[in-house]
């Protein structure tokens, strides 16, 4: 098993950035593929970026692409997500994930933090 928490949301204006993280504990984080995930109120959660195990290969949701960039430190056991420019319709409550596989993936997540609120304001 592997335990997850995200830290990095709040409040920022439309436009500008924020990075949030994610620390593992537990089994080998490198043994991990990681994605980032979000719900916002009334809506589905949905996928927002993912990377394989060594970091090498990423892959993002349209709406995000050119804007947010994931990356991981495996000697840190952490995740990241580095949102730039962001909108409105970018507030929601982000979840990191970790599953086994040798690729990055949308679905299929086995392991789930507890999330962090991202706010931008108009």
């Known amino acids: 098993q592997v335990q997850l928490v995200e830290s990095g949301g709040g409040l920022v204006q439309a436009g500008g950035s924020l990075r949030l993280s994610c620390a593992a504990s537990?089994?080998?984080?490198?043994?991990?593929?990681m994605g980032w995930f979000r719900q916002a109120p009334g809506k589905e959660r949905e996928f927002v970026a993912a990377?394989?195990?060594?970091?090498?290969?990423?892959y993002y949701a349209d709406s995000v692409e050119g804007r947010f960039t994931i990356s991981r430190d495996n000697a840190k056991s952490t995740v990241y997500l580095q949102m730039n420019s962001l909108r409105p319709e970018d507030t929601a409550v982000y979840y990191c994930?970790?599953?086994?596989?040798?690729?990055?993936?949308?679905?299929?997540?086995?392991?789930w933090g507890q999330g962090t609120q991202v706010t931008v304001s108009s």
């Open positions: 994930a970790g599953r086994s596989g040798g690729s990055y993936y949308t679905v299929g997540y086995e392991y």
């Open positions: 990377i394989n195990r060594s970091g090498s290969r990423t």
């Open positions: 537990g089994r080998t984080f490198s043994s991990y593929a």
